[in-house]
């Protein structure tokens, strides 16, 4: 079982910074691909970013490459980042993190472990 907890959500300005955590427990990560998907009002959850197993690889969505980073925990490799830059009011989301059952695939359903999101919201 692996139980998996988001932080570094809240409000952004326009144009600022988050960086989103998101910290496993319960099972070593560092075999697994892990992503970020996001889910704003009224619109489906869609992928975001995903990280190979040793961070060597990394994926993107169209709408947030060039802005987000991806990456794992340099001393911890149960932990996992998003650096978010250039945050746009369209980025209000809640953000979630996940497993991967395999390799870094941007479909929900290759996902198996999911943490229960952290909020974040981005002013005009």
């Known amino acids: 079982q692996v139980q998996l907890a988001e932080s570094g959500g809240g409000l952004a300005q326009a144009g600022g910074s988050l960086r989103l955590s998101c910290a496993a427990s319960?099972?070593?990560?560092?075999?697994?691909?892990m992503g970020w998907f996001r889910q704003g009002p009224g619109k489906e959850r869609e992928f975001v970013a995903c990280?190979?197993?040793?961070?060597?690889?990394?994926?993107y969505a169209d709408s947030v490459k060039g802005r987000f980073t991806i990456s794992r925990d340099k001393n911890d490799e149960n932990t996992v980042h998003l650096q978010m830059n250039s945050l746009q009011p369209e980025d209000t989301a809640i953000y979630y993190c996940?497993?991967?059952?395999?390799?870094?695939?941007?479909?929900?359903?290759?996902?198996?472990?999911w943490g229960q999101g952290t909020q974040v919201t981005v002013s005009s």
């Open positions: 996940a497993k991967a059952r395999r390799q870094c695939y941007r479909a929900i359903g290759d996902y198996d472990y």
């Open positions: 319960g099972r070593t990560l560092n075999v697994y691909s």
């Open positions: 990280v190979n197993w040793n961070g060597a690889s990394t994926s």
